[in-house]
């Protein structure tokens, strides 16, 4: 199985800062990364798709980047609606792996 | 609206079964393929399960092979995940997700399920 390691995997940071969270396969994937936020009690929400790929309805200050083993998703500005975990998951080959997570908390 | 609503979940013993089940409205099921993907209370996101689109093929996270089995009915818009011999680390809030693409190769989840709560506990 591939394997996805995220860092860091919890983060305090302000409301308008801007965070960085990195995602490392064990094996080249393409561009077959998502990225997935995650509220405590409510479903996961795909954030972007194909690395770099923003889902409808996501803000723009949300970006993926990244092709092959390294990924990253940035928040350009964060909004106290952005705390919450943060996931990357392959979808190169099946079992569809997430990383472990980014608990990403205010200061 | 597009829609997913899982139910089934509960309390059983360890070595028993449960059979969760997915209901979709809004859109058709037999356009996708789906997932179950869980979270363990206090831990991540694991994929634990995928069908395609007309359960011809299915795929299982090695932790639930041969115990856990995915099967649907296009024609009632619904999806099952069959869960036996359980164990006590198979505690988990379950959800559904409908697949963007194939069932090996895609671009992510992109419609949920709330999620259904299996303790396995004796």
């Known amino acids: 199985d591939i394997q996805m390691t995220q860092s860091p995997s919890s983060l305090s940071a302000s409301v308008g800062d801007r965070v960085t969270i990195t995602c490392r396969a064990s094996q080249s994937i393409g561009t077959y990364l998502n990225w997935y936020q995650h509220k405590p009690g409510k479903a996961p929400k795909l954030l972007v798709w194909?690395?770099?790929s923003l889902q409808r309805g996501v803000p723009l200050r949300f970006t993926g980047s990244g092709s092959g083993t390294d990924f990253t998703l940035t928040i350009s500005s964060l909004q106290p609606e952005d705390f919450a975990s943060y996931y990357c998951q392959q979808s190169y080959t099946s079992p569809g792996t997430f990383g472990q997570g980014t608990r990403l908390e205010i200061k | 609206e597009v829609q997913l609503v899982d139910s089934g979940g509960g309390v059983v013993r360890p070595g028993g079964s449960l059979r969760l089940s997915c209901a979709a409205s809004g859109f058709g099921l037999d356009d996708y393929a789906m997932s179950w993907v869980r979270q363990v209370p206090g831990k991540g996101l694991e994929w634990v399960s995928g069908?395609?689109?007309?359960?011809?093929?299915?795929s299982y996270a090695d932790s639930v092979k041969g115990r856990f089995t995915t099967s649907r009915d296009n024609a009632k818009n619904s999806l099952y995940l069959q869960m036996n011999s359980l164990r006590a680390e198979d505690t988990a809030l379950y959800h559904c997700?409908?697949?963007?693409?194939?069932?090996?190769?895609?671009?992510?989840?992109?419609?949920w399920g709330q999620g259904t709560t299996v303790t396995v506990s004796s």
């Open positions: 069908i395609n689109w007309n359960g011809g093929s299915t």
């Open positions: 997700a409908r697949v963007v693409g194939d069932l090996r190769v895609n671009y992510g989840m992109d419609v």
């Open positions: 194909a690395a770099s």
